[in-house]
């Protein structure tokens, strides 16, 4: 694949899933101006995760029916409609149903990330994936960065303003820019009907998806407690920082970019399980820096860097095995796996909120621990099922 396409659809990868995170350094903000209480807040970062899952179930089986490049200009061109609808909107309600549409339609991410896995070779698929899931951490390192800058000098709706007119820039430059495909497809009815199944057939069968997808999940609920909840410590006492002050905490998170390219890299040349077993072990510890947010942002930082850097090599080994097993139904096969990573983030962005109003920062660190060892526990279990039965590594 071409060097340009590759950064175009890194970059596209980039913009969209940045509509799902913008949120995160805003929530206070949020819920200052639309009356929400704190333990609601995580129904904000939800809405964009539910919108993404079900585009994921109702969308993304179109990526191994019709064009790609007709299906990620509409994608982007929808995008922009949602989060139009979330920076004008009044109230609560309104907000959440723009974030809830910008989420439906940011699965474009994964037609990308599905489209360079088709379009690579089989020998360098991973390096490939690595880099095109890069933009996914960049656009997730800027939601947390920039919606926090611009939001202290023009306000959280310039935020989603801002990216619907880019999303609408960026619609012209794929329509222009993407490489034109076909594709002849039997009886389009009948697959389509087929993949929206492959959640529950691809976890009852295939076994090194069911591994990496439930793991995928607690992995996402660790990642998204942190994420979600990380800017209510830090706006509270004693650091009462401003939205652009706790968005600079993402660039702690470029580490996770550097992780991911390079775990594509070790995952092609066959060491995918040490690194999963090492990562996860990584993301654990992070959580003990993490947990003295309330008391020193030097050891807050470190545990951003380690466990953005152990969920993205995670991710793009898991992204890198299961595409393995059936190349030629990529779409189908991330879009499956990415069900139960949304579920995951939703998951973790509730609870952080929830536990936070609750019992405070303490109780959410522990939560996000707690996921990080379950998505171990569900890889340990992979590994001994496998080493008795001797199938394909997980």
Known sequence: MERPVKALLATICAVAVANVYYAQPLLDRLG???SIPTGELGFVVGAGQVGYLLGLVVLLPLGDLVSRRTLTVSLLAATAAGTGLAGFSASRALLLIGL?????????????????????????????IGA????????????????????????????????????LAL????????????????NPARTYVTALASVGVLTLTNRVFRVRAVMTLFLFASFGVLWSGISLPLSGSPWHLSTSEIGLFGIAGLAGTLGAARAGAWSDRGHGGA?????????????????????????????????????????????NQIVATRPAASSRLIGSYMVFY?????LGAVTATTLYAASGWAAVSTAGALYAVAALAVWTVGRLQMTMTRRPRV
């Open 171 to 186: 619609t012209a430059l794929a329509f222009t820019r993407l490489p034109a495909e076909t594709r002849t497809v039997a």
């Open 32 to 34: 200052t101006e639309l």
């Open 100 to 128: 809830l549409i910008a989420g439906f339609f940011s699965v474009v991410v994964q037609v990308a990330v599905a489209y360079a896995a088709a379009l690579s070779d089989p020998a360098e698929r991973g390096r490939t």
């Open 275 to 319: 690194l999963t077993a090492v990562a996860l072990a990584v993301l654990i510890g992070s959580w003990a820096a993490t947990e003295s947010a309330p008391r020193s942002l030097v050891l807050l930082a470190l545990g951003v860097v380690l466990l953005d850097a152990a969920v993205q090599a995670v991710h793009v080994t898991s992204q």
């Open 132 to 167: 095109v899931t890069s933009g996914v951490v960049v656009g997730i390192i800027l939601a947390r960065t920039v919606s926090g800058t611009v939001a202290d000098l023009a306000g959280w709706r310039a935020v989603y303003l801002g990216t619907a007119v880019l999303s």
């Open 342 to 346: 949304s579920v995951g983030s939703a």
